[in-house]
């Protein structure tokens, strides 16, 4: 199953940077295109903190954040057998890691780099595909510790057999 989570944020890493780099070649900074009336909007900005520009003062925090969290991932990703789980950490570790390389190699420089964010929804926030992917990874998380599916698939096992069970693939 980690193959699948680093498929997955292999996915999320490369369209975030497509998306990005397509906005910032083709929005102009500050410039609105509506998509659904005043609802969804393209609109260029490069935010310096973290949601709703929260600490933009203080950028090199989140890059170290989102290194943490890249590493923190990584390392329950190698011990996942269930495929929702796979699923699940491949969107938060896609968006952790877009977001890292934001923070390391945009402007203005190195560990205080400015994330890219073009997607406006109503004017309540402004984020990108990375951020829809965490959201959405984040919420299948949530969702797989409610239900109480664990990280690891159960065993499954012969009733006709005597040998042990083994894991799912």
Do not use: C
Not at 117 to 137: E, H, P, S, T
Not at 153 to 160: E, L, Q, W
């Amino acid at each position: 199953m980690f193959r699948t989570v680093v498929i997955i944020a292999a996915v999320v890493l490369a369209v975030d940077q497509a998306t990005k780099f397509w906005a910032e070649s083709a929005l102009s900074d500050g410039q609105a295109v509506s998509l659904v009336g005043d609802l969804l909007q393209l609109r260029l900005v490069y935010n310096p903190g973290a949601a709703f520009s929260i600490g933009s003062s203080y950028t090199w925090i989140f890059g170290v954040t989102a290194a943490a969290a890249v590493v923190a991932v990584t390392v329950v990703a190698r011990r996942v057998t269930s495929r929702p789980w796979a699923v699940a950490l491949g969107l938060v570790l896609g968006g952790a890691a877009t977001h890292l390389l934001d923070r390391l190699f945009r402007e203005p420089g190195f560990a205080r780099g400015h994330v890219v964010d073009f997607i406006d929804y109503a004017g309540f926030f402004i984020g990108n595909v990375a951020d829809i992917a965490l959201v959405v990874g984040v919420g299948i998380v949530l969702l797989l510790n409610l239900r109480g599916v664990p990280l690891r698939a159960p065993a499954v096992s012969d009733a006709r057999s005597d040998e042990p069970a083994r894991p799912n693939p």
